[in-house]
């Protein structure tokens, strides 16, 4: 039997650098960071002091006070984002049917806020528990993946998934083999976080894995350079209408571009570190390019993890290199982090939509911020510096890695 194919057919976004699609493609474009000094809450006693916050936001254009009860920040970006890629799918509701339709979606740590907010609320009271009846549904992370649900009437597959920073890119796998299973012929997919708070801060410090360059924040996520020195947080989300390719064609779908094949392994080296040659990065990519069934020598761009972390970096670039031998000199590299900054369970989500972006448009998004290469990074290689490129993508693949070890790759082919 044929295996179904399954193409994206609607986008959205809220991120650092953009609202909406347009904006975030055209900031994409022209290398805008969206770091900045954090306004969410006071930071002027942590070591970091920078994030790469969603600017210009006010929910209360999006939702009614009765809905806003039911959201945290993170449910809010992922209806916000979810909103904008089913109106982009253009569906008819009257001819759709809802039993096939569902909800794949993606946080590494839900409403964070909400729980710090309930249990300190507690905690500096009189100690009688008072909670609000919305402590729960607010926090878990499966309930966005709920919230569109509902809002939308989709009753097919509907879950959340949670692998830290890989989150995201497990999601959409999840959503592509559950189309080409036959188990759903459109799946609303991504991701969304909201970290940017006093726990995610303050945990993420302590480990020394966010940049402390408080005095130049716009230039502190800085993936490959020789004097990186860590991660910079960023909330926002991004979603996806994946969609069975008979079923698009039918209703005469806009089609953007093919989700052809994934891959998954893991590092089984360290909770936190990569394992330094890439092994399991390796086993990712090379298993996703099989499952699309195209060989390094026709991928075009690869949107790397590139979090500008001093081991991350490295790591995933001797496993680039590894795998692709000669192939890797031909190839756009370029990390997006460098604008967007890192938004843990959610920035798969983002980074698949740089993907659409180089490949419908023909333009490979730059990673900015390098000033200095770092010396044990081969110089021959494209890794996009600086600014955009122009080039036609034919086949352009994902990176995402997380803490425990968790590698994932999905590739994207033009049509």
């Known amino acids: 039997m044929e295996q179904r194919r399954v193409v994206i057919t609607g986008i959205?976004?809220?991120?650092?650098?953009g609202n909406n699609i347009e904006e975030y493609f055209r900031n994409l474009e022209q290398g805008v960071s969206g770091a900045d000094t954090i306004t969410a809450f006071d930071a002027t006693k942590f070591s970091t002091r920078i994030a790469c916050e969603v600017k210009n936001f006010d929910p209360s254009l999006f939702f009614d006070r009765k809905e806003l009860r039911k959201y945290?920040?993170?449910?809010?970006?992922?209806?916000?984002?979810?909103?904008?890629?089913?109106?982009?799918?253009?569906?008819?509701?009257?001819?759709?049917?809802?039993?096939?339709?569902?909800?794949?979606?993606?946080?590494?740590?839900?409403?964070?806020?909400?729980?710090?907010?309930?249990?300190?609320?507690?905690?500096?009271?009189?100690?009688?528990?008072?909670?609000?009846?919305?402590?729960?549904?607010?926090?878990?992370?499966?309930?966005?993946?709920?919230?569109?649900?509902?809002?939308?009437?989709?009753?097919?597959?509907?879950?959340?998934?949670?692998?830290?920073?890989?989150?995201?890119?497990?999601?959409?796998?999840?959503?592509?083999?559950?189309?080409r299973w036959g188990k759903a012929d459109l799946i609303v997919t991504g991701g969304s976080e909201a970290p940017v708070i006093i726990p995610s801060v303050g945990?993420?410090?302590?480990?020394?894995?966010?940049?402390?360059?408080?005095?130049?924040?716009?230039?502190?996520?800085?993936?490959?350079?020789?004097?990186?020195?860590?991660?910079?947080?960023?909330?926002?989300?991004?979603?996806?209408?994946?969609?069975?390719?008979?079923?698009?064609?039918?209703?005469?779908?806009?089609?953007?571009?093919?989700?052809?094949?994934?891959?998954?392994?893991?590092?089984?080296?360290?909770?936190?570190?990569?394992?330094?040659?890439?092994?399991?990065?390796?086993?990712?990519?090379?298993?996703?390019?099989?499952?699309?069934?195209v060989t390094t020598s026709e991928v075009d761009y690869l949107n790397a993890h590139g979090t500008s972390t001093p081991l991350g970096d490295l790591a995933e670039i001797a496993a680039v290199q590894s795998l692709f031998g000669q192939d890797a000199y031909r190839i756009n590299i370029s990390s997006t982090k460098s604008m967007t900054g890192h938004l843990l369970g959610a920035t798969a989500a983002i980074e698949a939509l740089a993907c659409v972006l180089a490949i419908t448009k023909g333009v490979v998004p730059p990673t900015i911020n390098v000033q200095q290469l770092d010396p044990q990074i081969d110089p021959k290689l494209n890794l996009t510096l600086g600014a955009a490129q122009k080039r036609e993508v034919k086949v352009a693949m994902s990176n995402t890695f997380g803490f425990g070890g968790h590698n994932s790759t999905i590739v994207f082919r033009k049509l």
């Not at 959205?12 to 650098?17: C, R, V």
């Open 72 to 179: 945290d920040r993170y449910s809010q970006f992922a209806m916000v984002a979810a909103t904008e890629a089913v109106e982009d799918a253009a569906l008819d509701f009257e001819q759709l049917n809802l039993e096939r339709a569902g909800v794949v979606w993606a946080s590494g740590v839900g409403g964070m806020q909400t729980f710090y907010d309930e249990v300190m609320g507690w905690a500096g009271g009189n100690g009688t528990p008072r909670f609000s009846p919305f402590f729960v549904p607010k926090m878990i992370p499966d309930l966005a993946a709920g919230h569109i649900s509902l809002k939308y009437g989709f009753m097919g597959p509907n879950y959340s998934v949670t692998s830290a920073c890989a989150s995201a890119n497990h999601a959409m796998i999840d959503a592509l083999n559950l189309i």
């Open 203 to 293: 945990g993420f410090s302590s480990m020394r894995a966010l940049s402390s360059r408080n005095d130049d924040p716009q230039h502190a996520s800085r993936p490959f350079d020789k004097d990186r020195d860590g991660f910079v947080l960023a909330e926002g989300a991004g979603a996806l209408v994946f969609e069975e390719y008979e079923h698009a064609v039918a209703r005469g779908a806009k089609i953007y571009c093919e989700v052809a094949g994934s891959g998954m392994s893991a590092d089984a080296y360290h909770l936190t570190a990569p394992h330094p040659e890439g092994k399991g990065a390796i086993i990712s990519m090379r298993l996703a390019l099989e499952d699309a069934g």
């Open 12 to 17: 959205g976004t809220i991120n650092p650098i």
